[in-house]
């Protein structure tokens, strides 16, 4: 049977068989940072960057880490995430100087709990704000500038379910390639070679 005869193809019909939210849910956004989201800001560590290129383009997602704080809040509205070296394809990067519109989630070590923003992004290599984003006296590259549309707490279900944070579900490294093997499978290069400059860049490397 075809799987189209089950395709929810329509805003109605999604909402029919979803139901709508209840009570405060449905308008859970906010237009900007309260000191709860500021305050998850600040002790995290990690996000996901989500965009999308003009007109069908492709969709990335793309991680972004460093120490907690990394991202700096400009204002209630604006926050400044420094781009530190990486594999130079800038995919994230392409997507948003064709379509501005970007989705973050940060998340934090033993919480459950997310933070998501919606908003547009800009690229700056504005020289003071890169100053205030260096470490070890290395500035980033760039800075992705997000003026916040809506920001939002999403509830910790995914997270539990995963039962992500568990130290004791946490794979053996081993069973699984290193990114050497990968590169070597996927693309015929020298797997010994990447696995050795790899070593190198994230002990030298990182920013």
């Not at 290395?138 to 920001?151: N, T």
Request: hydrophobic share 35%; proline share 6%; net charge neutral.
């Amino acid at each position: 049977m075809s799987t189209k005869v089950h395709e929810i193809t329509t805003r109605e019909h999604l909402e029919v068989h979803y139901g709508q939210p209840k009570g405060h849910l449905n308008e859970k956004e906010l237009p900007k940072l309260n000191k709860h989201s500021k305050h998850f800001i600040t002790i995290s560590p990690f996000l996901v960057l989500s965009t999308s290129a003009a007109n069908d383009g492709p969709a990335d997602a793309s991680p972004r880490g460093d120490a907690p704080g990394f991202v700096q809040i400009l204002d209630d509205k604006t926050i400044a995430i420094p781009d530190r070296p990486g594999n130079r394809r800038a995919d994230s990067f392409h997507n948003i100087i064709e379509n501005p519109e970007v989705g973050l989630l940060f998340m934090v070590p033993g919480m459950n709990e997310i933070l998501r923003i919606n908003g547009r992004a800009k690229l700056t290599t504005d020289t003071e704000i890169l100053a205030s984003m260096q470490v070890k006296g290395k500035l980033p590259k760039a800075a992705l500038i997000v003026q916040i549309k809506d920001v939002y707490m999403h509830c910790g279900k995914a997270i539990i379910r995963a039962d992500l944070w568990n130290p004791d579900k946490q794979i053996d490294r081993k069973d699984f390639p290193t990114m050497g093997q990968l590169n070597q499978d996927w693309y015929g290069v020298d797997g010994k070679q990447i696995d050795k400059n790899y070593s190198n860049s994230i002990k030298n490397d990182l920013y």
